[in-house]
């Protein structure tokens, strides 16, 4: 086996080296008059920021293998180059820097032409480097950036012994709302080992599509195989609600602040989330949180149980003002129950008016901050 991973791996570097390659000649077309190392591997990284970002993370991902081999007692497989180590190395970067080629660079260099060239070939780049970023970008919008401390009785929850597929996927998508370092190893791991096709390929598209350097294995030959069983995994508010009340992986949950909002405000809750995020904050968000059981379409009696459910389970109570949320019964509904629960409710005010409820929080929309004030 270590003979067929290795192998793998020096194929997949041979194909990451010929596309590599075919980057360096539209490159070496916008050179300027006078370049070396330094210059080459500026250009490529400005130029394509993804594609040196994806060698920063393969180099980081084989570095970690290795080094959990060796840990283990094992000889290691990989020993990558570090990017720009890897970057230089490579037969066409060493042919551009030879004597004899930057001399006819120079002798063919167009001075009066290379300013408009070369303008040219960035402005089609930069739009080719944002197409990608805004996917990327969307793929993340409404993932938390924090590392809730249930995270390991999840994971825990997942490698149990006997797990059904409803399980495993229930906790794959609880996971997939967060970008954390334990959330990704997890996602990896996922895509290396797991013998349950439908996860196993979602793992692998969740790390391609929010920007991690993947590749999706094979499937296992021999006495190893592949799981074909799936879910649709179709879920209502009474579901959420029965799993609350047992002994399930959702009535482990802890949130830092229970956003009470109007969703048509739901630009503006994207923001305060991120500016939230930034303390290190787990929020819970109705339409992100428990966006596969609480469905608009199934709004009933049971969505206010579960919405009490999660008050009860959140520290803190943040009501973001607004003339939709003031015009809301829910919002209504959820600061009361709060105010019974005798939770700490705080206030981002984004209306003219003076708030005389709640404590407010200082909130700048511009850079997506907030001040955040903790309670006892």
Same mark, same amino acid.
């Given at each position: 086996?270590?003979?067929?991973?290795?192998?793998?791996?020096?194929?997949?570097?041979?194909?990451?080296?010929?596309?590599?390659?075919?980057?360096?000649?539209?490159?070496?077309?916008?050179?300027?008059?006078?370049?070396?190392?330094?210059?080459?591997?500026?250009?490529?990284?400005?130029?394509?920021?993804? @594609?040196?970002? !994806?060698?920063? &993370?393969? $180099?980081?991902?084989? *570095?970690?293998?290795?080094? +959990?081999?060796?840990? #283990?007692?094992?000889?290691?497989?990989?020993?990558?180059?570090?990017?720009?180590?890897?970057?230089?190395?490579?037969?066409?970067?060493?042919?551009?820097?030879?004597?004899?080629?930057?001399?006819?660079?120079?002798?063919?260099?167009?001075?009066?032409?290379?300013?408009?060239?070369?303008?040219?070939?960035?402005?089609?780049?930069?739009?080719?480097?944002?197409?990608?970023?805004?996917?990327?970008?969307?793929?993340?919008?409404?993932?938390?950036?924090?590392?809730?401390?249930?995270?390991?009785?999840?994971?825990?929850?997942?490698?149990?012994?006997?797990?059904?597929?409803?399980?495993?996927? @229930?906790?794959? !998508?609880?996971? &997939?709302? $967060?970008?954390?370092? *334990?959330?990704?190893?997890? +996602?990896?791991?996922? #895509?290396?080992?797991?013998?349950?096709?439908?996860?196993?390929?979602?793992?692998?598209?969740?790390?391609?599509?929010?920007?991690?350097?993947?590749?999706?294995?094979?499937?296992?030959?021999?006495?190893?195989?592949?799981?074909?069983?799936?879910?649709?995994?179709?879920?209502?508010?009474?579901?959420?609600?029965?799993?609350?009340?047992?002994?399930?992986?959702?009535?482990?949950?802890?949130?830092?602040?229970?956003?009470?909002?109007?969703?048509?405000?739901?630009?503006?809750?994207?923001?305060?989330?991120?500016?939230?995020?930034?303390?290190?904050?787990?929020?819970?968000?109705?339409?992100?949180?428990?966006?596969?059981?609480?469905?608009?379409?199934?709004?009933?009696?049971?969505?206010?149980?579960?919405?009490?459910?999660?008050?009860?389970?959140?520290?803190?109570?943040?009501?973001?003002?607004?003339?939709?949320?003031?015009?809301?019964?829910?919002?209504?509904?959820?600061?009361?129950?709060?105010?019974?629960?005798?939770?700490?409710?705080?206030?981002?005010?984004?209306?003219?008016?003076?708030?005389?409820?709640?404590?407010?929080?200082?909130?700048?929309?511009?850079?997506?901050?907030?001040?955040?004030?903790?309670?006892?």
């Amino acid at each position: 086996m270590p003979g067929v991973a290795q192998r793998k791996y020096v194929g997949e570097t041979m194909r990451i080296n010929k596309k590599t390659t075919q980057i360096l000649r539209r490159i070496s077309d916008v050179l300027p008059y006078n370049y070396n190392e330094d210059t080459l591997l500026a250009l490529f990284q400005e130029l394509y920021p993804h @594609e040196w970002e !994806k060698l920063n &993370q393969r $180099y980081q991902q084989y *570095k970690k293998k290795d080094e +959990f081999l060796s840990k #283990n007692g094992k000889k290691i497989r990989y020993t990558p180059d570090s990017p720009r180590v890897h970057f230089l190395n490579l037969p066409k970067v060493k042919h551009m820097l030879s004597k004899g080629m930057i001399a006819k660079h120079k002798a063919n260099f167009d001075k009066l032409g290379y300013q408009e060239k070369f303008d040219s070939f960035k402005a089609k780049r930069q739009n080719t480097i944002k197409s990608r970023s805004d996917k990327i970008a969307k793929a993340n919008e409404l993932i938390q950036k924090v590392e809730p401390l249930y995270i390991d009785a999840f994971i825990a929850a997942y490698h149990k012994r006997g797990i059904s597929i409803d399980g495993k996927m @229930e906790i794959f !998508k609880e996971l &997939q709302k $967060y970008k954390s370092r *334990k959330v990704l190893e997890l +996602f990896y791991k996922l #895509n290396d080992s797991e013998r349950n096709n439908q996860i196993r390929n979602m793992a692998f598209k969740h790390l391609q599509v929010t920007g991690n350097y993947v590749k999706l294995r094979k499937n296992f030959k021999g006495k190893k195989y592949f799981m074909t069983e799936k879910t649709q995994f179709f879920m209502t508010p009474i579901d959420l609600l029965k799993r609350i009340e047992s002994n399930n992986i959702q009535n482990k949950k802890v949130y830092d602040v229970f956003i009470s909002h109007s969703y048509k405000d739901t630009d503006i809750i994207k923001k305060i989330i991120k500016a939230l995020n930034k303390h290190s904050l787990n929020i819970y968000c109705d339409w992100t949180s428990d966006n596969d059981f609480l469905k608009r379409e199934l709004v009933s009696d049971y969505t206010k149980v579960v919405l009490k459910k999660r008050i009860a389970q959140s520290n803190n109570v943040v009501f973001v003002k607004t003339q939709n949320s003031l015009e809301s019964d829910w919002v209504n509904f959820e600061l009361d129950y709060s105010r019974d629960l005798g939770k700490n409710i705080l206030c981002i005010n984004l209306t003219d008016e003076e708030e005389v409820r709640f404590k407010e929080l200082d909130y700048n929309a511009e850079h997506e901050s907030v001040q955040w004030v903790r309670s006892d």
